[in-house]
């Protein structure tokens, strides 16, 4: 899977002992995970502790998965909020990259599940 930019598959698959069929049910189980919507509903209610619990929990399940842009993104956003200087532009970023990220993990959840 050569052709994936937002997923660091063989280092995602190391983490879980190469066992790409447990790598692809966690990749699912990121698939439904609320994080990103709680962000942003968060940041557009100005509750900076709750947009930064949830930047947290995304920003650690990414790097978990290997999920190399997103787990990015989410590093310098937390950053953003935890110095209450967050860049609205940004959280669009972000979720534009969590859905080419969830595009890329259906890919793999096909291939290896």
Known sequence: MAD??????????????????????????FKEDNSINDLEVALANGDLEKAQAAAHTLKGIAANLSLTELHKHCVEIESEIKAKAVNPDHIVVVKDIHAKTVIEVDKVILEYA
């Open 4 to 29: 994936l930019v937002y997923i660091n598959v063989e280092e995602g698959a190391k983490r879980v002992l190469n066992n790409t069929k447990l790598f692809a049910k966690l990749l699912g189980k």
